[in-house]
Antibody, heavy 121, light 107 residues
């Protein structure tokens, strides 16, 4: 059973870089046919897709965040990561990682449990 | 970007009620639509994909239909564990986008 688990800093100062990692267990991130996404949800609000990466390293980012986002993959550790630069209070959210099915265009399943990141000085 | 809207934004219903939630896309999405259920403090859970295909393990009281720009999620007989917020998501084109959600609570 595939499981995803987010980890990283829960408190980030304004203008700094948010860094999160998603560890994948119960399956290989190098398996073809899937993408690996980050999705966020501000407190009490809806869901926003941030971007995805393939096991090959190819990425696609939401244009609304593209200038600040980097998603990378570490196949040796079976994990992928998110970096979001120049954060503001508007980036405060629960950040989820999820598998995209099928790759490039699809739905998300499963999801990690989510991790709250607060941007505050 | 494809904009997704949902109606109603919230509803109150009783156990056993039939509930229908509507999702509308700003352009045709060729059944490239998923539905999720989210409970407080939890990650969204996939219910249906391709507009009407039930995810494995999801109760058959959940069903989906629609075409073009308009889609519906129906719960045939609401159960206590179904009180939650429901989101639709289009995956027809990037950036993938979600509806604003429909909160289903107890009448």
């Amino acid at each position: 059973q595939l499981q995803l688990q987010e980890s990283g800093s829960g408190l980030v100062k304004p203008s700094q870089t948010l860094s999160l990692t998603c560890a994948v267990s119960g399956g290989s991130i190098s398996s073809g046919g899937y993408s690996w996404s980050w999705i966020r949800q501000p407190p009490g609000k809806g869901l926003e897709w941030i971007g995805y990466i393939y096991h090959s390293g190819s990425t696609y980012y939401n244009p609304s965040l593209k200038s600040r986002v980097t998603i990378s993959v570490d196949r040796s550790k079976n994990q992928f990561s998110l970096k979001l630069s120049s954060v503001t209070a508007a980036d405060t959210a629960v950040y989820y990682c999820a598998r995209g099915v099928p790759a490039a265009s699809g739905w998300f399943d499963p999801w990690g449990q989510g991790t709250l990141v607060t941007v505050s000085s | 970007d494809i904009q997704m809207t949902q109606s109603p934004s919230s509803l109150s219903a009783s156990v056993g009620d039939r509930v229908t939630i509507t999702c509308r896309a700003s352009q045709g999405i060729s059944n490239s639509l998923a539905w999720y259920q989210q409970k407080p403090g939890k990650a969204p859970k996939l219910l249906l994909y391709a507009a009407s295909r039930l995810e494995s393990g999801v109760p058959s009281r959940f069903s989906g239909s629609g075409s073009g720009t308009d889609y519906t999620l129906t719960i045939s007989s609401l159960q206590p564990e179904d009180f939650a917020t429901y989101y639709c998501q289009q995956y027809y084109s990037t950036p993938f986008t979600f509806g604003p959600g429909t909160k289903v609570d107890i009448k």
